[in-house]
């Protein structure tokens, strides 16, 4: 009798995904797929600057996975502030990529303002809807 209602459990489950995987496939995934994602100056900067797109420096956001579905750039969530692991892990970088999105504000994440204050900020690039930062640990240092 349990095996008959775990399988009948996992068959509902199943169809579930499948209905809402077919609707990503139709749709996208939700949001992402807006103007004000798909035309981000933002998001532009990112698609067109090649220095981002090197290896060696890791790049977070409070949107990565927007920047992966509109760019193919793989980064990392900005640490939440209640990991102490996470964020010694990203101050452990010499140098990082911050790509901050103003319509992706969560407040649970390190803001720029936490990690300015033992990280060097190196260059920010600015837009209408949201930022780049350049991070070292030093001044000058890449």
Not at 1 to 13: H, N, P, R, S
Not at 57 to 67: H, R
Request: charged share 20%.
């Amino acid at each position: 009798m349990a095996i008959v209602a775990a399988g009948c459990m996992e068959y509902g489950q199943w169809d579930l995904y499948k209905f809402n995987w077919n609707g990503i496939k139709y749709a996208g995934i939700p949001g992402y797929t807006e103007d004000s994602w798909t035309q981000s100056q933002t998001m532009d900067f990112v698609r067109h600057n090649p220095e981002l797109h090197k290896p060696g420096a890791p790049i977070y956001s409070n949107a990565y996975e927007g920047i992966w579905f509109l760019t193919g750039v793989m980064s990392d969530l900005i640490p939440h502030k209640d990991l102490p692991w996470d964020i010694k892990d990203l101050m452990k970088e010499d140098h990082f990529y911050v790509i901050w999105f103003d319509d992706a504000l969560n407040t649970d994440l390190l803001s720029i303002e936490a990690i300015s204050q033992s990280k060097h900020k190196e260059k920010e690039y600015h837009f209408n809807d949201g930022a780049v930062y350049y991070f070292t640990t030093e001044q000058g240092v890449h």
